[in-house]
């Protein structure tokens, strides 16, 4: 879990993926424990029905969460807990409903052709490896050769169950040369020098794979985009594009892109 490991949280009592928390224990740790074993639990349910006890029950433990994270966050009394109430209560009209509907059934139908996506992108991991490893470990450098277009990548950060949190950086997209001639798409974050050669040492730089695509990105590590908001497959085109869509009709307080993140590898992992 990234939340962890990127902020001096304390573990909870029992310690990381131990045993769910008990009522009496209430540390910061035992509530992103909660947090981490409700959405696992919400998540892979295998019945999406849910009776309004068991929303009630999660609805209640959410809003304890926000309340003991408002104080723990130094944020004013109820700013998260409100928006939690504002979900809990607000209403959805039949047309929004049958919409909500149509595109879950279109993404559950989608679940055993992203299982087989799941295992060629393992399998084009294995091959570029192999591939990959030999001319670059020789060869290290690219040389630029082309503009192609300017692009905006958004994905969340520091998100609450999906509240707030939204980043976006500008990239410069460049071909550049391997020595076989084969060409890279690179990445270059907005505001940094577009270098003429670019090393695979470099500390800024790291790549990605999608659809059996590897490029590269050379920005801020710090910046921590998701890899599929460079390059998506058509399954996760369609994800986005429902969830977009899902903003907009709830004006923003439905937003899942927070639980999708794939991130961006550096390569001195890519070769251990």
Same mark, same amino acid.
């Given at each position: ?28 740790? =035992? ?6 074993? /409700?959405?696992?639990?919400?998540? +892979?349910?295998?019945?999406? =029905? %849910? ?12 809003? *304890? ?7 723990? /966050? ?13 979900? *809990? ?10 919409t909500y509907l149509d595109n ?20 084009? @991991?294995?091959?570029?490896?192999? =591939?990959? *490893?030999?001319? @670059? ?19 969340? +950060? ?6 707030? !949190? ?12 391997? +020595? ?28 990605? @794979? ?6 590269? %990105?050379?920005? =801020?590590?710090? /910046? ?27 004006? !923003? ?20």
């Amino acid at each position: 879990m990234r939340i962890k490991k990127c902020f001096s949280i304390p573990p909870p009592t029992q310690g990381w993926d131990k045993n769910d928390p008990t009522p009496v224990e209430l540390t910061v740790g =035992d509530d992103v424990e909660r947090i981490r074993r /409700l959405r696992n639990e919400i998540l +892979h349910r295998g019945d999406a =029905d %849910v009776n309004k006890d068991v929303l009630s029950v999660y609805m209640c433990t959410f809003k *304890e969460i926000a309340g003991r994270l408002e104080i723990y /966050l130094g944020k004013r009394k109820d700013e998260f807990v409100s928006q939690i109430e504002s979900l *809990e209560t607000c209403c959805m009209d039949i047309e929004t409903e049958r919409t909500y509907l149509d595109n879950l059934k279109e993404l559950i139908s989608k679940e055993v052709q992203l299982k087989g996506e799941v295992a060629d992108v393992q399998s084009d @991991i294995r091959h570029l490896r192999r =591939d990959f *490893e030999v001319e @670059i470990l020789d060869k290290k450098k690219l040389k630029k050769k082309s503009y192609i277009r300017k692009e905006t990548i958004k994905w969340k +950060h520091e998100s609450f169950l999906g509240i707030g !949190g939204d980043k976006s950086q500008c990239y410069q997209l460049y071909n550049y040369e391997m +020595h076989s001639g084969e060409m890279v798409q690179v990445y270059i974050q907005d505001g940094y020098d577009i270098p003429e050669t670019l090393n695979i040492d470099d500390g800024k730089l790291q790549f990605g @794979i999608n659809k059996g695509i590897l490029f590269i %990105v050379y920005h =801020d590590k710090n /910046l921590t985009p998701y890899q599929h908001r460079f390059i998506q497959n058509e399954i996760q085109k369609k994800a986005y594009a429902t969830n977009e869509s899902l903003k907009a009709l709830t004006s !923003g307080k439905i937003d899942f892109s927070w639980i999708v993140g794939d991130y961006l590898r550096d390569f001195k992992n890519f070769f251990i």
